[in-house]
């Protein structure tokens, strides 16, 4: 499947990349940017910008800091969800504190998910 791509996002993904908060700069510096599989950070989707994108596994990782608790935000992020899940994709998401506190489970259930795929 094709995945659509809002080229109007590109210069706030470009921006994003650059400006990552120090969850997603932990986990994609430390993990991600040397997985054997290609990951790639704030990817354009359709009308969004997701953290981090697994083509090959049709992967979607989310790092939610606390704006996607309350109750604006989780609404948004249903709707994103329901549009990711429509292209096929699945979406895990992990909490700043779940990076922080947590790094080495994230990791295993990023790997975990992944290899899951590749059987």
Known sequence: MNI???NSKLNKAR???KEMTPQERHLWY???RHYPVKIYKQRIIGPYI???YCASAKLVIEIDGSQHYEKEGQQHD???TAYLEGL???VLRYSNADVNVRFRAVCESI???IQ???R
Do not use: E, H, I, M
Request: aromatic share 12%; hydrophobic share 40%; charged share 35%.
């Open 4 to 6: 659509p791509k809002d």
């Open 15 to 17: 921006s994003l990349r």
């Open 30 to 32: 430390d993990f991600l």
């Open 50 to 52: 997701v953290d981090f």
């Open 78 to 80: 249903a709707r994103r």
């Open 88 to 90: 096929g994709l699945t």
């Open 111 to 113: 790997d975990n998910f």
């Open 116 to 118: 899951g795929v590749s």
